[in-house]
C-alpha cells in the first residue's frame, strides 16, 4: 500500500533563516506532488504541484520554492522566512493514472516562526 | 474556475444526533466531488467520493453524501454523531483534466463541536 511521510513535525524557526521541509511516497510510482498551507482557522491553500521530476507549478507568489529531485520526493524551501510563512504545511500525493483521483494527505507540518 | 462554498463555518451538535453538512459547488461540467475530515493538528482524511452514477455516495466511519446536480451540492450527513466526530470537515471539487495536475479546489472547511 502507498503511504506518504512528511518531516518535521513540528518546527520553529526565527525569522529570516532557512527552511527546508521533506516529503516522500512509497508504494507508488510517478506520483502527482502538492504542497499546501494551512493558517491558523482558515482552509487549505495550494502552493505547489509536480506531474514529474523538476516539474513545479507555483499557485501563488510568495517567498517559498518547491523542488522534486527524485519522484517520489517533494521539497518545499525558503531562503529567508517571514512571519507570515507561519502554518501547518501538508504534502498530498495522487496517482497520475486517470482523472480526478483523490488526494492522499501526510501528517503535516506545524510551522512557527518567531 | 471551479469553486466550493461551505456556508456554515462552525457547527454544534449533540452526541448521538444526526449531522448534515452543506457543500456547493461552481463547475461548468459533471463536477468530481470529495469530502475530507481532519483532525486536530492531523493531516486530511478521504471520507468519500463522487464521479458519477449513484448519487448517494457511501463513505468510511458512518457517512453519506448526496449528489444534487439542480442545486449544485453536495452535503455530507451521517445519522448519529459520536464524540469522535468532532473534526474539521472539507468538501473539495476537481479538476478534469489530467493536464491540471489532479488539483483539487477546497472549500473554506466546517469546525464541528459535539457536546456530550
Known amino acids: 500500500s502507498q503511504t506518504i511521510h512528511q518531516w518535521p513535525a513540528t518546527l520553529v524557526q526565527p525569522v529570516g533563516s532557512p527552511l527546508s521541509l521533506e516529503c516522500t511516497v512509497e508504494g507508488t510510482s510517478n506520483p502527482n506532488l502538492y504542497w499546501y498551507r494551512q493558517a491558523a482557522g482558515r482552509g487549505l491553500q495550494l502552493l505547489f504541484y509536480?506531474?514529474?521530476?523538476?516539474?513545479i507549478s507555483s499557485e501563488v507568489p510568495q517567498n517559498l520554492s518547491a523542488s522534486r529531485p527524485q519522484d517520489r520526493q517533494f521539497i518545499l524551501s525558503s531562503k529567508k522566512l517571514l512571519l507570515s510563512d507561519s502554518g501547518f504545511y501538508l504534502c498530498?500525493?495522487?496517482?497520475?493514472?486517470?482523472?480526478?483521483?483523490?488526494?492522499?494527505f501526510g501528517d503535516g507540518t506545524r510551522l512557527s516562526i518567531l | 474556475a471551479q469553486s466550493v462554498t461551505q456556508p456554515d463555518i462552525h457547527i454544534t451538535v449533540s452526541e448521538g444526533a444526526s449531522l448534515e453538512l452543506r457543500c456547493n459547488y461552481s463547475y461548468g461540467a459533471t463536477p468530481y466531488l470529495f469530502w475530507y475530515v481532519q483532525s486536530p493538528g492531523q493531516g486530511l482524511q478521504l471520507l468519500l467520493k463522487y464521479f458519477s452514477g449513484d448519487t448517494l455516495v457511501q463513505g468510511i466511519k458512518g457517512f453519506e453524501a448526496e449528489f444534487k446536480r439542480s442545486q449544485s451540492s453536495f452535503n455530507l450527513r451521517k445519522p448519529s454523531v459520536h464524540w469522535s466526530d468532532a473534526a474539521e470537515y472539507f468538501c473539495a471539487v476537481g479538476a478534469t483534466t489530467k493536464a491540471a495536475g489532479n488539483k483539487l479546489t477546497f472549500g473554506g472547511g466546517t469546525r464541528v463541536l459535539v457536546k456530550p
Open positions: 509536480s506531474v514529474g521530476i523538476g516539474q
Open positions: 498530498a500525493w495522487s496517482p497520475q493514472t486517470g482523472v480526478n483521483q483523490p488526494q492522499h
